[in-house]
Protein backbone atom coordinates (compact mmCIF):
# COMPACT_ATOMS: atom_id res chain seq x y z
CA UNK A 1 0.00 0.00 0.00
CA UNK A 2 1.48 3.77 -0.79
CA UNK A 3 0.39 6.58 1.44
CA UNK A 4 0.97 9.82 2.14
CA UNK A 5 0.83 11.25 5.52
CA UNK A 6 0.02 14.71 6.67
CA UNK A 7 0.82 16.24 10.10
CA UNK A 8 0.28 19.71 10.85
CA UNK A 9 0.58 21.68 13.80
CA UNK A 10 0.69 25.66 14.23
CA UNK A 11 4.84 25.33 14.25
CA UNK A 12 5.38 23.39 10.76
CA UNK A 13 3.55 20.86 8.30
CA UNK A 14 5.16 17.46 7.94
CA UNK A 15 4.50 15.26 5.13
CA UNK A 16 5.81 11.57 4.03
CA UNK A 17 5.29 9.39 1.58
CA UNK A 18 5.52 5.37 1.97
CA UNK A 19 5.53 2.95 -0.74
CA UNK A 20 5.03 -0.75 0.30
CA UNK A 21 5.05 0.29 4.15
CA UNK A 22 8.79 2.04 3.56
CA UNK A 23 9.44 5.83 3.93
CA UNK A 24 10.42 7.07 0.80
CA UNK A 25 10.31 11.08 1.11
CA UNK A 26 9.95 13.28 3.86
CA UNK A 27 8.98 16.88 3.27
CA UNK A 28 8.77 19.95 6.11
CA UNK A 29 8.00 23.54 6.03
CA UNK A 30 8.64 25.67 9.65
CA UNK A 31 5.88 28.35 9.83
CA UNK A 32 7.27 31.38 8.21
CA UNK A 33 10.20 29.24 6.27
CA UNK A 34 10.13 27.34 3.00
CA UNK A 35 11.43 26.75 -0.05
CA UNK A 36 11.92 29.62 -2.33
CA UNK A 37 11.97 28.11 -5.23
CA UNK A 38 9.35 29.35 -7.69
CA UNK A 39 8.96 32.37 -6.19
CA UNK A 40 8.52 35.64 -8.42
CA UNK A 41 10.12 39.04 -7.08
CA UNK A 42 10.19 42.47 -8.74
CA UNK A 43 13.76 42.67 -8.83
CA UNK A 44 16.44 45.67 -9.51
CA UNK A 45 19.87 45.13 -11.31
CA UNK A 46 22.64 46.13 -8.41
CA UNK A 47 25.96 44.79 -10.65
CA UNK A 48 26.60 43.60 -14.32
CA UNK A 49 29.60 41.14 -14.27
CA UNK A 50 30.36 40.75 -18.46
CA UNK A 51 33.00 38.55 -17.25
CA UNK A 52 31.02 36.01 -15.83
CA UNK A 53 28.24 36.78 -18.04
CA UNK A 54 25.68 37.14 -15.28
CA UNK A 55 24.23 40.00 -13.29
CA UNK A 56 23.22 40.41 -9.46
CA UNK A 57 19.38 41.30 -8.84
CA UNK A 58 18.19 43.07 -5.76
CA UNK A 59 15.24 40.94 -4.73
CA UNK A 60 14.96 41.92 -1.33
CA UNK A 61 16.63 38.35 0.67
CA UNK A 62 19.69 38.68 2.23
CA UNK A 63 21.85 38.13 -0.61
CA UNK A 64 20.92 39.08 -4.55
CA UNK A 65 19.72 37.37 -6.69
CA UNK A 66 22.14 35.43 -9.70
CA UNK A 67 20.71 35.78 -12.85
CA UNK A 68 23.23 34.27 -15.48
CA UNK A 69 22.88 35.30 -18.87
CA UNK A 70 21.11 32.28 -20.51
CA UNK A 71 18.24 32.38 -17.86
CA UNK A 72 17.30 36.06 -19.07
CA UNK A 73 14.40 35.85 -21.61
CA UNK A 74 15.33 38.88 -23.57
CA UNK A 75 19.07 37.36 -24.44
CA UNK A 76 17.82 33.75 -25.61
CA UNK A 77 13.84 35.18 -27.69
CA UNK A 78 16.19 38.34 -29.61
CA UNK A 79 19.50 37.76 -29.40
CA UNK A 80 20.88 33.85 -29.67
CA UNK A 81 21.67 33.09 -33.30
CA UNK A 82 23.70 29.96 -32.90
CA UNK A 83 26.77 31.98 -33.31
CA UNK A 84 29.24 32.31 -30.61
CA UNK A 85 30.12 35.85 -31.98
CA UNK A 86 27.25 37.46 -32.71
CA UNK A 87 25.68 37.32 -29.40
CA UNK A 88 25.27 40.58 -27.25
CA UNK A 89 27.12 40.75 -24.25
CA UNK A 90 24.79 40.84 -20.86
CA UNK A 91 25.76 44.75 -20.78
CA UNK A 92 23.98 45.20 -23.35
CA UNK A 93 21.14 43.66 -22.02
CA UNK A 94 21.33 45.12 -18.74
CA UNK A 95 22.25 48.05 -16.62
CA UNK A 96 22.64 49.00 -13.27
CA UNK A 97 19.70 50.01 -11.99
CA UNK A 98 17.29 48.47 -14.49
CA UNK A 99 14.14 46.85 -13.13
CA UNK A 100 13.93 43.12 -13.80
CA UNK A 101 11.05 40.82 -12.56
CA UNK A 102 12.66 37.31 -11.74
CA UNK A 103 11.41 34.36 -10.56
CA UNK A 104 13.59 31.99 -8.16
CA UNK A 105 15.44 28.26 -9.93
CA UNK A 106 17.44 27.10 -6.78
CA UNK A 107 17.40 28.11 -2.91
CA UNK A 108 20.18 30.73 -1.90
CA UNK A 109 22.86 27.60 -0.64
CA UNK A 110 26.07 28.52 1.68
CA UNK A 111 27.76 31.86 0.73
CA UNK A 112 25.18 31.79 -2.31
CA UNK A 113 22.37 33.55 -3.11
CA UNK A 114 19.23 32.41 -5.27
CA UNK A 115 19.54 31.42 -8.56
CA UNK A 116 17.20 33.56 -10.77
CA UNK A 117 15.59 33.65 -14.24
CA UNK A 118 12.93 35.60 -16.36
CA UNK A 119 11.53 31.97 -17.57
CA UNK A 120 8.63 32.34 -15.81
CA UNK A 121 7.01 28.99 -14.91
CA UNK A 122 3.41 28.31 -12.85
CA UNK A 123 3.38 24.87 -12.17
CA UNK A 124 -0.19 22.76 -11.90
CA UNK A 125 -0.62 18.82 -11.63
CA UNK A 126 -1.25 18.26 -15.30
CA UNK A 127 0.75 21.08 -16.83
CA UNK A 128 3.22 23.91 -15.97
CA UNK A 129 2.10 27.32 -17.49
CA UNK A 130 4.76 29.09 -19.17
CA UNK A 131 3.37 32.75 -19.62
CA UNK A 132 6.36 34.01 -21.55
CA UNK A 133 7.15 31.24 -24.00
CA UNK A 134 5.10 29.75 -27.34
CA UNK A 135 7.18 26.32 -26.78
CA UNK A 136 4.94 23.36 -26.14
CA UNK A 137 7.00 20.33 -24.28
CA UNK A 138 6.23 16.67 -23.10
CA UNK A 139 7.58 15.40 -20.31
CA UNK A 140 10.00 12.34 -21.16
CA UNK A 141 8.60 9.83 -18.95
CA UNK A 142 5.40 9.78 -21.37
CA UNK A 143 6.69 7.08 -24.01
CA UNK A 144 3.64 6.43 -26.11
CA UNK A 145 4.12 8.02 -29.30
CA UNK A 146 0.24 8.15 -29.99
CA UNK A 147 -0.29 9.26 -26.50
CA UNK A 148 2.23 11.87 -27.15
CA UNK A 149 0.71 13.09 -30.69
CA UNK A 150 -2.45 13.16 -28.84
CA UNK A 151 -1.23 15.73 -25.79
CA UNK A 152 0.66 18.17 -28.33
CA UNK A 153 -2.62 18.08 -30.82
CA UNK A 154 -4.86 19.20 -27.87
CA UNK A 155 -2.93 21.47 -26.12
CA UNK A 156 -1.81 23.42 -29.50
CA UNK A 157 -5.34 23.74 -29.49
CA UNK A 158 -6.43 25.09 -26.09
CA UNK A 159 -3.17 27.19 -25.45
CA UNK A 160 -3.85 31.24 -25.99
CA UNK A 161 -1.10 33.27 -28.55
CA UNK A 162 2.01 34.06 -26.91
CA UNK A 163 2.19 31.20 -24.10
CA UNK A 164 3.82 27.36 -23.75
CA UNK A 165 3.19 24.67 -21.70
CA UNK A 166 5.54 22.01 -20.51
CA UNK A 167 2.87 18.52 -20.18
CA UNK A 168 3.72 17.00 -16.84
CA UNK A 169 3.51 13.37 -16.57
CA UNK A 170 0.28 13.18 -14.86
CA UNK A 171 -1.09 14.14 -18.08
CA UNK A 172 -0.83 10.90 -19.40
CA UNK A 173 -4.43 9.40 -20.13
CA UNK A 174 -5.92 12.32 -18.90
CA UNK A 175 -8.96 13.90 -21.19
CA UNK A 176 -9.39 17.84 -22.31
CA UNK A 177 -11.77 19.02 -19.88
CA UNK A 178 -8.37 18.56 -17.05
CA UNK A 179 -6.74 20.41 -18.98
CA UNK A 180 -8.79 23.18 -19.87
CA UNK A 181 -9.88 23.40 -16.10
CA UNK A 182 -6.23 23.38 -14.67
CA UNK A 183 -5.23 26.09 -17.52
CA UNK A 184 -7.57 28.29 -16.83
CA UNK A 185 -6.68 28.39 -13.19
CA UNK A 186 -2.73 28.80 -14.08
CA UNK A 187 -3.57 31.72 -16.52
CA UNK A 188 -5.69 33.72 -13.87
CA UNK A 189 -3.17 33.26 -11.66
CA UNK A 190 -0.35 34.90 -13.96
CA UNK A 191 -2.86 37.72 -14.70
CA UNK A 192 -2.52 38.38 -11.47
CA UNK A 193 1.22 38.39 -10.96
CA UNK A 194 0.93 40.80 -13.83
CA UNK A 195 -1.38 43.62 -12.58
CA UNK A 196 1.17 43.11 -9.52
CA UNK A 197 4.07 43.97 -11.52
CA UNK A 198 2.77 47.26 -12.31
CA UNK A 199 2.17 48.71 -8.39
CA UNK A 200 4.89 46.28 -6.83
CA UNK A 201 7.98 48.06 -5.21
CA UNK A 202 11.46 46.40 -5.56
CA UNK A 203 12.09 43.30 -3.90
CA UNK A 204 8.44 42.55 -3.38
CA UNK A 205 6.83 38.88 -3.61
CA UNK A 206 4.75 38.68 -6.34
CA UNK A 207 3.89 35.00 -6.34
CA UNK A 208 4.55 32.50 -3.85
CA UNK A 209 4.61 28.96 -4.98
CA UNK A 210 2.08 26.57 -2.86
CA UNK A 211 2.85 25.20 0.24
CA UNK A 212 3.87 21.81 1.41
CA UNK A 213 0.34 21.00 1.20
CA UNK A 214 -0.70 21.90 -2.33
CA UNK A 215 3.15 20.59 -3.50
CA UNK A 216 2.29 17.18 -2.44
CA UNK A 217 -1.57 17.38 -4.10
CA UNK A 218 0.53 18.70 -7.00
CA UNK A 219 3.59 16.65 -7.88
CA UNK A 220 2.98 13.77 -5.60
CA UNK A 221 -0.60 12.19 -5.50
CA UNK A 222 -1.12 9.52 -8.70
CA UNK A 223 -3.34 6.44 -9.30
CA UNK A 224 -0.70 4.68 -7.25
CA UNK A 225 -1.50 6.24 -4.28
CA UNK A 226 -4.31 4.26 -1.85
CA UNK A 227 -4.50 6.46 1.10
CA UNK A 228 -3.73 10.50 2.07
CA UNK A 229 -3.92 10.54 6.26
CA UNK A 230 -3.96 14.23 7.55
CA UNK A 231 -4.56 14.92 11.35
CA UNK A 232 -5.96 18.22 11.04
CA UNK A 233 -9.56 18.79 10.18
CA UNK A 234 -8.74 22.24 8.32
CA UNK A 235 -6.32 20.80 6.16
CA UNK A 236 -8.68 17.51 5.39
CA UNK A 237 -11.15 19.90 4.45
CA UNK A 238 -8.24 21.97 2.37
CA UNK A 239 -7.36 18.72 0.63
CA UNK A 240 -11.17 17.74 -0.50
CA UNK A 241 -11.60 20.99 -2.23
CA UNK A 242 -8.20 21.20 -3.88
CA UNK A 243 -8.68 17.98 -5.68
CA UNK A 244 -12.29 18.39 -6.44
CA UNK A 245 -11.08 21.08 -8.20
CA UNK A 246 -8.56 19.27 -10.18
CA UNK A 247 -9.79 15.69 -10.35
CA UNK A 248 -12.61 14.13 -11.23
CA UNK A 249 -13.82 13.01 -7.74
CA UNK A 250 -12.30 9.89 -7.10
CA UNK A 251 -9.49 10.59 -5.03
CA UNK A 252 -11.96 11.93 -2.44
CA UNK A 253 -12.39 8.56 -1.40
CA UNK A 254 -8.57 8.16 -0.91
CA UNK A 255 -8.76 10.95 1.75
CA UNK A 256 -8.56 9.99 5.64
CA UNK A 257 -8.60 12.02 8.91
CA UNK A 258 -6.66 10.68 11.57
CA UNK A 259 -8.14 11.08 15.07
CA UNK A 260 -5.93 8.76 17.00
CA UNK A 261 -4.24 10.60 19.90
CA UNK A 262 -0.66 9.16 19.27
CA UNK A 263 0.99 11.46 16.92
CA UNK A 264 0.30 10.08 13.38
CA UNK A 265 4.25 10.35 12.67
CA UNK A 266 4.69 8.11 15.31
CA UNK A 267 2.15 5.77 14.58
CA UNK A 268 3.14 5.11 11.36
CA UNK A 269 6.69 4.59 12.51
CA UNK A 270 8.15 7.62 10.03
CA UNK A 271 9.94 9.20 12.86
CA UNK A 272 11.49 6.24 13.85
CA UNK A 273 13.28 6.26 10.10
CA UNK A 274 14.11 10.07 10.49
CA UNK A 275 15.95 9.49 13.21
CA UNK A 276 17.69 6.40 11.51
CA UNK A 277 18.19 8.61 8.31
CA UNK A 278 19.92 11.17 10.32
CA UNK A 279 23.09 8.78 11.14
CA UNK A 280 26.25 8.46 8.64
CA UNK A 281 25.63 4.47 9.08
CA UNK A 282 22.84 2.78 7.47
CA UNK A 283 22.82 -1.14 8.06
CA UNK A 284 21.45 -3.15 5.40
CA UNK A 285 19.25 -6.01 6.01
CA UNK A 286 22.09 -8.63 4.23
CA UNK A 287 24.44 -7.54 7.46
CA UNK A 288 26.30 -5.01 5.16
CA UNK A 289 26.51 -1.08 5.68
CA UNK A 290 26.61 1.90 3.96
CA UNK A 291 28.44 5.39 5.04
CA UNK A 292 26.57 8.18 3.78
CA UNK A 293 29.14 11.70 4.00
CA UNK A 294 27.99 15.08 2.89
CA UNK A 295 30.48 17.93 2.24
CA UNK A 296 30.04 21.31 0.91
CA UNK A 297 31.23 19.75 -2.53
CA UNK A 298 29.90 16.38 -2.90
CA UNK A 299 27.73 13.84 -1.39
CA UNK A 300 30.16 10.48 -0.90
CA UNK A 301 28.68 7.17 0.43
CA UNK A 302 30.71 3.80 0.88
CA UNK A 303 29.52 0.40 0.69
CA UNK A 304 30.98 -2.14 3.28
CA UNK A 305 30.42 -5.48 3.64
CA UNK A 306 29.93 -5.10 7.20
CA UNK A 307 28.42 -8.48 9.12
CA UNK A 308 27.96 -10.19 5.80
CA UNK A 309 30.48 -12.80 6.12
CA UNK A 310 28.13 -14.93 3.25
CA UNK A 311 27.02 -18.28 2.65
CA UNK A 312 28.38 -18.38 -0.69
CA UNK A 313 31.98 -17.81 -2.42
CA UNK A 314 33.15 -13.79 -1.90
CA UNK A 315 32.12 -12.40 -5.17
CA UNK A 316 28.51 -13.20 -4.51
CA UNK A 317 28.82 -11.46 -1.15
CA UNK A 318 29.96 -8.62 -2.43
CA UNK A 319 27.30 -8.54 -5.43
CA UNK A 320 24.75 -9.29 -3.19
CA UNK A 321 25.82 -6.13 -0.90
CA UNK A 322 25.97 -4.14 -3.65
CA UNK A 323 22.85 -4.62 -5.14
CA UNK A 324 20.65 -4.40 -1.57
CA UNK A 325 23.12 -1.03 -1.17
CA UNK A 326 22.03 0.44 -4.32
CA UNK A 327 18.45 -0.34 -3.72
CA UNK A 328 19.02 1.57 -0.38
CA UNK A 329 20.80 4.49 -1.75
CA UNK A 330 18.64 5.36 -3.55
CA UNK A 331 15.90 5.64 -0.65
CA UNK A 332 18.26 7.70 1.39
CA UNK A 333 18.99 10.08 -1.19
CA UNK A 334 15.48 10.56 -1.63
CA UNK A 335 14.43 10.86 2.09
CA UNK A 336 17.38 12.77 3.11
CA UNK A 337 16.91 14.96 0.23
CA UNK A 338 20.46 15.15 -0.76
CA UNK A 339 22.01 17.04 -4.14
CA UNK A 340 24.64 17.83 -6.71
CA UNK A 341 27.32 15.42 -7.18
CA UNK A 342 26.93 12.12 -5.75
CA UNK A 343 30.20 9.73 -5.68
CA UNK A 344 29.20 6.18 -4.98
CA UNK A 345 31.96 3.52 -3.95
CA UNK A 346 30.92 0.38 -3.86
CA UNK A 347 32.69 -2.82 -3.22
CA UNK A 348 35.06 -3.39 -5.80
CA UNK A 349 33.59 -5.91 -8.40
CA UNK A 350 36.11 -7.49 -11.07
CA UNK A 351 33.37 -8.74 -13.33
CA UNK A 352 31.96 -6.69 -15.41
CA UNK A 353 28.72 -7.87 -15.52
CA UNK A 354 28.29 -7.74 -12.02
CA UNK A 355 29.03 -3.93 -12.14
CA UNK A 356 26.54 -3.49 -14.75
CA UNK A 357 23.58 -5.93 -12.88
CA UNK A 358 24.08 -3.24 -9.80
CA UNK A 359 23.92 0.09 -11.79
CA UNK A 360 21.08 -1.53 -13.72
CA UNK A 361 19.24 -1.76 -10.29
CA UNK A 362 20.72 1.76 -8.89
CA UNK A 363 18.73 3.33 -12.16
CA UNK A 364 15.56 1.20 -11.68
CA UNK A 365 15.10 2.65 -8.06
CA UNK A 366 16.08 6.01 -8.91
CA UNK A 367 13.64 6.67 -12.05
CA UNK A 368 10.58 6.40 -9.22
CA UNK A 369 12.15 9.61 -7.79
CA UNK A 370 10.48 12.31 -9.20
CA UNK A 371 13.73 14.65 -8.93
CA UNK A 372 16.32 14.43 -11.34
CA UNK A 373 19.16 12.32 -11.45
CA UNK A 374 21.88 11.35 -14.16
CA UNK A 375 24.24 8.04 -13.32
CA UNK A 376 27.80 8.39 -15.14
CA UNK A 377 28.81 4.64 -15.18
CA UNK A 378 32.12 3.85 -12.81
CA UNK A 379 35.12 5.91 -13.69
CA UNK A 380 38.23 4.48 -13.82
CA UNK A 381 38.98 4.51 -10.06
CA UNK A 382 35.60 1.89 -9.77
CA UNK A 383 33.63 4.83 -8.48
CA UNK A 384 30.33 5.51 -9.28
CA UNK A 385 29.57 9.35 -10.25
CA UNK A 386 25.45 10.85 -10.53
CA UNK A 387 24.02 13.87 -9.84
CA UNK A 388 20.63 14.65 -7.94
CA UNK A 389 19.00 18.48 -9.07
CA UNK A 390 18.78 20.66 -5.63
CA UNK A 391 15.54 21.22 -4.46
CA UNK A 392 14.84 22.49 -1.55
CA UNK A 393 16.77 21.75 2.17
CA UNK A 394 18.48 18.63 3.02
CA UNK A 395 16.47 16.59 5.93
CA UNK A 396 19.61 17.38 8.04
CA UNK A 397 18.78 20.97 8.18
CA UNK A 398 15.52 20.67 9.63
CA UNK A 399 17.05 18.29 12.92
CA UNK A 400 20.90 19.29 13.49
CA UNK A 401 22.77 22.30 14.26
CA UNK A 402 26.63 22.71 13.66
CA UNK A 403 28.44 21.42 16.66
CA UNK A 404 29.69 24.25 18.73
CA UNK A 405 33.01 22.62 19.16
CA UNK A 406 34.18 21.34 15.83
CA UNK A 407 32.46 23.39 13.84
CA UNK A 408 31.31 20.58 11.49
CA UNK A 409 34.80 19.16 11.12
CA UNK A 410 34.01 16.48 13.21
CA UNK A 411 36.57 16.30 15.19
CA UNK A 412 38.08 18.80 18.11
CA UNK A 413 41.42 19.75 19.00
CA UNK A 414 43.84 17.48 20.88
CA UNK A 415 43.97 18.20 24.41
CA UNK A 416 48.16 18.64 24.20
CA UNK A 417 47.28 21.18 21.69
CA UNK A 418 45.40 23.10 24.09
CA UNK A 419 47.80 23.16 26.98
CA UNK A 420 50.36 24.23 24.36
CA UNK A 421 48.35 27.50 23.62
CA UNK A 422 47.71 27.63 27.51
CA UNK A 423 51.25 28.02 28.42
CA UNK A 424 51.68 30.10 25.57
CA UNK A 425 49.17 32.63 26.94
CA UNK A 426 50.32 31.76 30.32
CA UNK A 427 54.19 32.90 29.26
CA UNK A 428 52.38 36.43 28.17
CA UNK A 429 50.41 37.28 31.28
CA UNK A 430 52.60 36.20 33.79
CA UNK A 431 55.28 38.91 33.75
CA UNK A 432 51.91 40.96 35.11
CA UNK A 433 52.97 42.63 38.71
CA UNK A 434 49.64 43.03 40.14
CA UNK A 435 48.53 39.44 39.95
CA UNK A 436 48.97 37.27 42.80
CA UNK A 437 46.98 34.24 41.52
CA UNK A 438 45.95 32.79 38.35
CA UNK A 439 43.28 29.81 37.43
CA UNK A 440 43.22 27.78 34.57
CA UNK A 441 39.50 26.24 33.68
CA UNK A 442 39.01 24.25 31.33
CA UNK A 443 38.20 20.64 30.02
CA UNK A 444 38.55 17.41 32.25
CA UNK A 445 40.48 15.50 29.73
CA UNK A 446 42.69 18.83 29.30
CA UNK A 447 42.98 19.23 32.90
CA UNK A 448 44.09 15.53 33.47
CA UNK A 449 47.18 16.25 30.82
CA UNK A 450 47.97 19.17 32.47
CA UNK A 451 48.64 16.95 35.65
CA UNK A 452 50.27 14.11 33.75
CA UNK A 453 52.57 15.67 31.87
CA UNK A 454 53.11 19.58 32.51
CA UNK A 455 51.89 20.49 35.90
CA UNK A 456 55.78 20.61 37.04
CA UNK A 457 56.20 23.03 34.19
CA UNK A 458 53.68 25.03 34.97
CA UNK A 459 53.92 25.69 38.77
CA UNK A 460 57.74 26.24 38.08
CA UNK A 461 56.68 28.95 35.67
CA UNK A 462 54.39 30.82 37.49
CA UNK A 463 56.37 30.22 40.93
CA UNK A 464 59.45 32.43 39.29
CA UNK A 465 57.03 34.92 39.13
CA UNK A 466 55.53 34.85 42.63
CA UNK A 467 52.38 33.62 41.34
CA UNK A 468 49.47 30.99 43.09
CA UNK A 469 48.12 28.43 40.05
CA UNK A 470 44.52 26.79 40.25
CA UNK A 471 43.34 24.42 38.00
CA UNK A 472 39.62 23.77 37.64
CA UNK A 473 37.37 21.59 35.64
CA UNK A 474 34.34 23.02 32.93
CA UNK A 475 30.85 21.90 33.72
CA UNK A 476 28.82 19.83 31.47
CA UNK A 477 28.25 23.43 29.28
CA UNK A 478 31.74 23.65 27.51
CA UNK A 479 32.01 26.93 25.35
CA UNK A 480 35.48 27.43 25.15
CA UNK A 481 38.42 25.63 25.35
CA UNK A 482 39.93 27.03 28.03
CA UNK A 483 39.75 29.85 29.63
CA UNK A 484 42.73 32.17 32.06
CA UNK A 485 41.48 33.86 34.79
CA UNK A 486 43.87 36.41 36.98
CA UNK A 487 43.21 37.33 40.86
CA UNK A 488 45.04 39.99 42.21
Not at 10 to 29: D, N, P, Q, S, Y
Not at 270 to 281: A, D, G, N, P, R
Not at 318 to 337: F, P, Y
Not at 387 to 392: A, D, L, S, V, W
Amino acid sequence: MNQIIINTNRFKTRAAVLEHGKVMEVHIERAGEGTLNGNIYKGKVANVLPGMESAFVKIGLEKNGFLYVKDLRDFEEKYLTGIANSVKPIEELLTVGDDVVVQVLSDPRGSKGARVTTHYTIPGKFLVLMPNNTHIAISKKIRDESERERLEKVFSEIVPEGMGVIIRTAAEGKSIYHFEKELQYLIKKWEEIEVKIKKAKIGELLYKDNGIVSKVLRDIINNEIDEIIVDDESVYWEIIDYTMAFSDGKLKTKIKLYSDKKDIFDNYGIQQEIEKSLEETVWLECGGSIVIEKTEALVSVDVNTGKNIGSMNLEETVVKTNIEAAEEIARQLRIRNLSGIIIIDFIDMKVEEDKEKVLKVLDEHLAKDRVKTNIIHFTDLGLVEMTRKRIGKPLSYYFQDECPMCKGTGKVKGSRSIVENIIKELKEVVEEKDISKIKIVTKASVKQKIEEIYLDFIKSLLAQHGKKIEILSQGKEIVKDYEILMER
